[in-house]
C-alpha cells in the first residue's frame, strides 16, 4: 500500500491529540463548520491499523468527497477511530474521523463501534508540534467493519453519525483485498473488545 506522509502524519496527530478548539475549516474556507464542544481527556494512540482501498460514500455534512485510505485507531483508553484521509488537493491535511468507546465484536467476521463523536481536521486547525489538531463535535452513530482484524484481511467499513447541529457524516470504505497494515506504536492494556485479539 502506497501512502503518503502528510496524511498519515495528520491522522497520527488526529488519534494522538484528542483537543478541542473553535471550529474546523474543511476545503471549503467560506463555511467553517461550528464546533462548540468540550475537549476529550488526553490519549495516545496504541494500535494503528491501516486499509488499503476505496470510498464508494464519503460524505460530510452535505458535501461529497473521495479518499486515499482509512486507519482504525485504538486509544490507550479504549477510545477507537476510524480516521479518513480526505482525497483532497487543496489540504493535505484535511482528515475525518468517527470517534467512539465500547466497540464490540459481534463474531469474528464484524466489529461495532458507537460513534459519540466526528474528529475534524484540515490545514487551518491549530497546531501542536507542528500538527494540526482536530476539532471535535459531539455525533450519535454507528461503525461497522466486516472481515476479520486479526487476520488482517477487512472487507469494508461502513459508518453514519449525525452531529449535534443535524449534519451527516457517511462512509462506505471497499478494501481492495491488501492485508491490512498493523502498527503497535505502545505497549497497553487493550480494551475489553478489542478486535485484534
Same mark, same amino acid.
Do not use: W
Given at each position: ?15 494522538? /491529540? ?17 464546533? +462548540?464542544?468540550?475537549?476529550?481527556? +488526553? ?14 460514500? @464519503? ?9 486515499? /485510505? ?75 467493519? /466486516?472481515?476479520? @482484524?486479526?487476520?488482517?484481511?477487512? +472487507? ?5 453519525? /449525525? ?9 462506505? @470504505? ?21 478486535? @485484534?485479539?
Amino acid at each position: 500500500m502506497r501512502l503518503c506522509r502528510p496524511p498519515l502524519a495528520a491522522m497520527l496527530a488526529l488519534a494522538t /491529540t484528542l483537543a478541542v478548539s473553535l471550529s474546523p475549516c474543511f476545503a471549503d474556507a467560506s463555511k467553517p463548520i461550528p464546533v +462548540n464542544n468540550p475537549p476529550a481527556p +488526553n490519549a495516545f494512540v496504541d494500535l494503528l491499523a491501516l486499509m488499503s482501498g476505496h470510498c464508494k460514500t @464519503f460524505n460530510v455534512a452535505g458535501r461529497t468527497f473521495a479518499c486515499k /485510505t482509512v486507519a482504525y485507531a485504538h486509544g490507550d483508553k479504549g477510545r477507537v477511530n476510524f480516521a479518513v484521509a480526505v482525497d483532497d488537493p487543496s489540504d493535505d491535511s484535511h482528515v475525518v474521523s468517527f470517534s467512539g468507546e465500547n466497540g464490540k465484536r459481534a463474531d469474528d467476521n464484524s466489529y461495532e463501534l458507537p460513534i459519540d463523536r466526528m474528529l475534524l481536521n484540515s490545514k487551518d486547525r491549530p497546531k501542536v508540534d507542528g500538527l494540526p489538531v482536530p476539532a471535535e463535535q459531539a455525533s450519535t452513530g454507528l461503525c461497522r467493519q /466486516t472481515g476479520n @482484524f486479526a487476520a488482517r484481511k477487512v +472487507n469494508d467499513v461502513t459508518c453514519s453519525a /449525525t452531529d449535534s447541529e443535524g449534519r451527516r457524516y457517511e462512509l462506505l @470504505f471497499v478494501s481492495d483485498g491488501t492485508p491490512v497494515s498493523v502498527r503497535r506504536i505502545r505497549q497497553s492494556s487493550p480494551s475489553i473488545q478489542d478486535p @485484534f485479539k
